[in-house]
């Protein structure tokens, strides 16, 4: 009888997952931060450089395929998660043209210094993948900004009311749109293949599916919660019918050439926004997504680096992506609140917020990973480029706004799901 390695790879998984989040913790950064590291542990660099024989054993290509499947589950699930929870912040309407400000220069002014930097990149694209899109993909991975570890970092401080908060939060969801829509138009043009028609055909495929999801799912929906869970908690039929349409629309999005979880995001923005039901998801879906899920996600993030991009001209690569990256998010972010009336160090503060990547950021690099746009190593150094990126977020706040305002970090206030809101 052949046996898997299935269960052995998810003791190792979580245990390196829940060892590293405990030590981040520790000095202050959001476990989510340790999770991911503890993928970059997992793969080739570290663990498969100490323990070659028993690395290989263990996570042989042939046994990974049961592990991409849990992972895209859980990514399907977590991304879900994080459509029911995109709200409006409070006073965000009288707000919109502030965070628009903010939202739109924190995703253009990493865009254009993406679309620079990409001639110098582009050698470390996998062959035959024109410059056009890979130049348009690194613009998109550049933009993103982690909105639930934003929210996090938020409310860490304290500071989910204030102003500023108010203002990054706005400005991050409107950011994070503008920069999916991005990369499904990228994924949209690579994936097409025969040109033209295939994009547009892709193209009316998402809007026809998001007319679907918001004239004829979301009021269906709405009449069933209304119905059947009044109270907020959904039955075990319920959250069947609720995680029926998730699945259906990112299998949708997955048919039309677009990664599945741009399908469950959208379905969950159409229910309707209800923080007992948000509540009651986060305790039946998202524990577990984030517990045993996500983690497999990032050891299998980890197992597609490479050492080579640690060494020579790669090296100046990963410097080069790094500096794009914090220059275009802290510059661009800090233009718009600059603009929408804050002083410079609030500004400041806005910026840095808006560099938090996470695991949004490893989300559109598997994405242009799967879809072929980068290689190993390109995908090697846009992760450290997330990590790195996330970890600065708390000190370079606390930097901006000086040692009075800046709280400190590390403190998880009661009634937060456990350990672990990821962007």
Known sequence: MHHSPLLLQLVIILLTARACGLLLRHVGQPPVIGEMAAGLLLGPIVFGAWFPGFHATVFAPESLPGLASLAELGLVLFMFIVGVELRAPDGVKAQLRSAGLVGV?????????????????????????????????????????????????????????????RLALGGAAIADVLAWIMLALVVALVGAGDGHGGFLRTIAGLAI?????????????AWLLRTHAADGVPSLMVLAALLIGAFACAAATEWLGVHAVFGAFLFGACLPRDDRLLGSLIERVEYLAIVVLMPIFFALAGLSTTRDAFTGAALGAML???AVAVVGKVAGGAAGA???????????????????????????????????????DLFTMLLVMAILTTVMTGPLVSLSLGRRAAQALGTVPAGEPPAQRGG
């Open 209 to 221: 599916l998001a007319a679907v999801v918001f004239v004829l799912l979301r009021p269906l929906y």
């Open 320 to 322: 080069l992506i790094l």
């Open 338 to 376: 600059r603009l929408s009336g804050l002083g410079w160090r609030e500004s400041f503060a806005v910026g840095s917020l808006m560099n938090a990547r996470a695991l949004m950021e490893l989300i559109v690099i598997k994405v242009g990973l799967d879809a072929g746009i980068i290689g190993q």
């Open 105 to 165: 220069a924190s995703v253009l002014v990493p865009m254009a210094l993406g679309f620079a930097a990409s001639p110098l990149l582009h050698p470390y694209a996998p062959d035959g993948v024109a410059l056009a899109p890979f130049a348009l993909f690194m613009a998109a991975a550049m933009s993103i900004t982690a909105f639930p570890i934003l929210a996090r970092i938020l409310k860490e401080r304290g500071m989910t009311h204030t102003p500023l908060g």
